[in-house]
């Protein structure tokens, strides 16, 4: 019986190698890479590559450091509250090295605020480079570096007991936020703290652009960790985002145009969605 | 209109519970760090329990040890190796299992996002013979224009296609916000309709 | 105006208290009107063929039982009237299978579905997005037992039913709050197959799953409280999701007014 | 070994998960099965990073009796008190299961529902149409709140119509599909970036390359 069932569905791979439907998706990660590939080599030889546009929530996390420079107060980071298996706590990190860079150039505290044990094993390690390379081993105080807790609320109240009592005068927010963007959001902005918000959560985005100075919009913030680093390599894979974006449009115009010429047509949709 | 107060240990604990939480609006207060910190308590065990009962104790006693299945013997070890980041010399050791789960969150993106993507791409393949699917159709492509980093801002064109995109995302943002307010206050409805009718038993 | 600015919150606190109790004891009673997308999804789930099985997957914990609880009856209840079979059971939300208990067992003696062959209830299960994997390739042998621990093999039902795929199962009825969630049973068990996703969501993941339904992943959406209360007009049995109605009316005006006010200070300021 | 080894490690698990998915040979292996049982294995054992960490941190606090270390006490308390609890029961115990659904499940889900308050006081104190965005943001969130409420409806007959379908089922559409096909096009980025080495930031790396 069991034999049975199994030669009834025996499943056939398809172009030979692949599973059922992944073809289109398998290439699509084939084209990335390679664009990619293709990008960082360029970089690498010395050719030229794109400039990228300024991003003002980017910009803005210099200025935010000057800025409690001058108030001789810290700068407070929260690198959302999940952990490293998810993209957005990824793209954090890249943000954190530079962050961590400024703050030791000018001997500004630099808070960071973990609700995930591991990011916060990962950001300790971080930061502990970023002095070491800025040549102010000495200036790192891994007390700075903090595990609050890993439920989301208890991590809340702590950050808003840490806010009240150390009063940062910039708060960057990096990550993957869920309920608790509305509340941090909210006692930052009261207490006048200049506030960058970045996430690819979309149901949490409304509030940071309407309660902080900058928000990140989604695949900015991907980006941020290449643009910050200003280093042409990490550039060739922005505009490798940006190739596979032109493709997705011109694959939008040419299915659109097809639907409405022959809107009988499942050609493309056949295509894409039957390998 | 007239209570009847729950005579169930349950429902009381749960009032208490609810109760203690919101004397934080009126102010920081002793009632609410003990409720918050009892919660922290619950919470950093409970998931461990619950991990350590599905996974940790399977994996020990019927895939190892019943189904000779010795290999998850490494992914032990793996998971203990996070703890010398303890040890300052050994502290790189720690990095192995860290890769190990960025490796796995890699894979998982690549690997399943497509799929559910490139249906959101077909599905903007819409027939321009409405108003209602011309909108769509400019609307996703103006929002990509708008995420689009090397094209220079300086061409009025691209500002403008950029600038509409901008709109669309607002739009879609304001979205989320009205109703993830409408949801935030619903869930505070259930809290009161548990106080009100479980607890008090008022007729509802 | 320096005096508006500086409001003591707690008063806009004991503001909106005041106004959700009275608006709980005495209802406005508003209509609600039935948009085209809760007919839509009435119409998804009534014209599946007759004596389809359908997997009702109550991915969510008491946090968001307060609108997914009356959309999980509001479904019963028409899946039952079409004499549907149903499997009833989540991943990952183990608190989820006690709430789904109480809710299923009344609404089954109503319509006298025998336990096994009419319904049946997994409970939830460990694992999310791999259990999920697990099912599509083997369920009898993913969920091992149901909700009371008795194996899971003997069950008419689950015999019927080897597999969480397209042959044996008509739609999936996912109630989604999170991760996992609907997404994940979209890309595990219905992406490309002709097994029909119908959701429900909370409110605050309407607008991002509007683009589901568009793009026709999914079949249909009870969309937020909102969607419950028309869902449930349509099938004839009012319940919670209306009753939060009027009360979600008052808060708009209210939170409607704060801004308003907030901002007429603001601009005062500025100027 | 200590960095080109958590580099090559990172490399293949991903590649692992990317074989299995789209290859008929893996698919055949079902490598993703025992994949996953490592990653939910290796994460569970992590998890007791928390207790070590919460440990150490409020053991600090009773120590020196900082300001508020009585509330260290019970939150080690109640912790290592439900561990016990929970070992002896497993996860299925009756009264550890009491405990999450009469304690853990109303703590939880009335500190979800104080975002509603903050949310109001947000509304008069913070929501400011200080930008462009911002306002056309708040402007269209009032008006999507009032064709969600049946109020809307009360006002004008065809408000919850309009906002179905053309707020909602239309510009909302097409933006939220623009911002997540860009996150999709971002997180694949930063995929790729880490599986060519080029972000390492996770194994000791400053950053980027």
């Not at chain 1, 808003?160 to 990550?175: K, L, Q, T, V, Y």
């Not at chain 3, 968001?64 to 499997?87: H, N």
């Not at chain 4, 008006?143 to 179905?164: E, H, Q, T, Y």
């Amino acid at each position: 019986m069991m034999w049975l069932l199994a030669q009834e569905q025996a499943p056939v791979p398809t172009l030979g190698i692949f599973t059922t439907g992944s073809v289109i998706d398998f290439a699509c990660v084939l084209v990335l890479g390679v664009i990619i590939w293709v990008m960082v080599a360029r970089a690498r030889t010395g050719r030229k590559i794109p400039d990228i546009k300024k991003i003002a929530g980017l910009e803005a996390v210099d200025e935010a450091i000057g800025r409690a420079t001058e108030m001789g107060r810290p700068v407070a980071f929260i690198p959302g509250i999940q952990s490293v298996d998810n993209p957005q706590t990824l793209a954090a990190f890249g943000m954190v090295s530079h962050i961590a860079r400024q703050c030791a150039r000018y001997d500004t505290r630099f808070l960071a605020l973990n609700c995930d044990p591991l990011p916060y094993a990962v950001i300790e390690e971080i930061t502990r480079q970023a002095y070491l390379e800025e040549g102010r081993p000495d200036a790192f105080n891994p007390d700075d570096i903090r595990f609050l807790s890993a439920e989301q609320f208890a991590f809340v109240g702590a950050v808003i007991g840490i806010f009240e009592r150390e009063r940062p005068a910039a708060n960057i927010m990096f990550g993957s936020f869920y309920a608790e963007s509305m509340i941090l959001a909210e006692t930052g902005s009261f207490q006048g703290m200049i506030q960058i918000g970045g996430t690819a959560n979309t149901h949490q985005l409304p509030f940071f652009v309407a309660a902080c100075d900058y928000a990140l919009i989604g695949e900015e913030m991907f980006a941020a960790s290449a643009y910050l680093s200003k280093e042409p390599v990490m550039y060739g894979t922005v505009v490798g985002q940006d190739w596979l974006k032109i493709i997705i449009g011109l694959v939008i115009v040419v299915g659109a145009i097809l639907a409405t010429v022959s809107p009988d047509s499942t050609f493309l949709k056949d295509i894409i969605g039957g390998y | 209109m007239h209570p009847h107060i729950s005579h169930d240990l349950a429902i009381w604990c749960q009032a208490i519970c609810t109760l203690a939480v919101y004397t934080y609006l009126y102010k920081d207060n002793p009632i609410f760090r003990v409720a918050e910190n009892v919660f922290l308590g619950l919470a950093t065990t409970y998931i461990f329990v619950f991990q350590f009962f599905n996974y940790i104790k399977p994996a020990v006693i019927e895939w190892i040890w019943t189904n000779g299945e010795y290999h998850y013997i490494l992914a032990i070890l793996l998971g203990l190796a996070i703890f010398f980041r303890y040890v300052p010399s050994l502290s790189w050791i720690a990095r192995y299992p860290m890769s190990f789960w960025v490796g796995y969150g890699t894979g998982y993106t690549l690997a399943f996002w497509p799929a559910v993507w490139l249906d959101q791409v077909t599905a903007s393949f819409v027939a321009l013979n409405s108003l209602q699917n011309i909108l769509i159709f400019v609307g996703v492509l103006c929002t990509l224009v708008y995420f689009f980093f090397t094209l220079a801002k300086e061409n009025p064109v691209v500002a403008g296609v950029a600038e509409v995109g901008k709109w669309y995302i607002m739009i879609a943002l304001g979205s989320a916000f009205g109703n993830t307010v409408l949801y935030r206050w619903n869930l505070f409805l259930t809290r009161a309709n548990m106080l009100l009718f479980k607890w008090l038993g008022f007729a509802s | 105006m320096e005096r508006l600015m500086k409001i003591d919150r707690r008063l806009l606190y004991l503001v909106a208290v005041v106004v959700v109790a009275v608006t709980v004891f005495f209802p406005l009673g508003l209509p609600v009107k039935v948009s085209p997308l809760a007919v839509q999804t009435y119409d998804a789930i009534q014209n599946l063929p007759d004596d389809s099985v359908v997997f009702i997957s109550n991915m969510y914990d008491p946090g968001a039982a307060g609108e997914l609880s009356p959309m999980l009856k509001a479904m019963l209840y028409q899946c039952m009237e079409r004499k549907y079979k149903i499997i009833l059971g989540n991943t990952s939300w183990t608190l989820g299978a006690g709430l789904a208990h109480e809710i299923i067992t009344p609404i089954a003696q109503e319509f006298n579905y025998v336990y096994g062959t009419d319904y049946i209830e997994l409970g939830s299960k460990p694992g999310g997005v791999v259990w999920l994997q697990s099912a599509r390739i083997d369920l009898a042998g993913a969920a091992l037992v149901d909700y009371n621990n008795d194996p899971i093999g003997q069950f008419p039902l689950m015999q019927a039913v080897p597999k969480l795929t397209q042959e044996y199962v008509a739609a999936a009825l996912v109630l989604d709050c999170g991760t996992p969630g609907a997404p994940d049973w979209l890309a595990q068990i219905t992406q490309g197959t002709s097994m029909k996703l119908i959701v429900g969501e909370i409110q605050m993941t309407v607008p991002d799953a509007l683009t589901y339904v568009q793009s026709e992943q999914y079949t249909g959406m009870i969309a937020g409280s909102r969607g419950c209360a028309e869902y449930e007009q349509l099938i004839g049995h009012p319940g919670a999701g209306l009753k939060t109605q009027d009360t979600m009316s008052v808060i708009t005006l209210m939170i409607t007014l704060f801004i308003v006010l907030g901002n007429i200070g603001y601009l005062a300021r500025k100027k | 070994m200590r960095k080109e080894g958590p580099m090559i490690l990172t490399v293949i698990s991903s590649l692992v998960v990317v074989f299995s998915t789209y290859f008929f040979l893996g698919q055949k292996w079902n490598l993703m099965a025992p994949l996953n049982n490592w990653f939910q294995i290796s994460y569970s054992i992590a998890m007791a990073l928390g207790f070590i960490n919460l440990t150490a941190i409020h053991g600090k606090y009773i120590q020196r009796k900082r300001e508020g270390w009585f509330y260290s006490i019970i939150l080690l308390v109640s912790m290592y008190a439900y561990l016990v609890l929970g070992m002896i029961q497993t996860h299925n115990g009756l009264q550890f299961n009491w405990i999450y659904e009469n304690a853990y499940s109303p703590l939880s889900s009335s500190m979800f529902a104080l975002v509603a308050f903050f949310i109001t006081s947000a509304a008069y104190r913070v929501f400011r149409i200080r930008t462009k965005e911002a306002t056309i943001l708040l402007v269209c969130a009032v008006f999507v709140m009032l064709g969600r409420a049946p109020i809307g409806d009360a006002m004008w007959g065809g408000w919850s119509g309009f906002v179905n379908k053309w707020v909602m089922g239309t510009m909302n559409v097409a933006g939220m599909r623009g911002i997540n096909l860009g996150i999709y096009v971002g997180a694949f980025a930063t995929a790729l970036r880490i599986m060519l080495g080029l972000e390492r930031a996770h194994i000791g790396g400053s950053g980027t390359q």
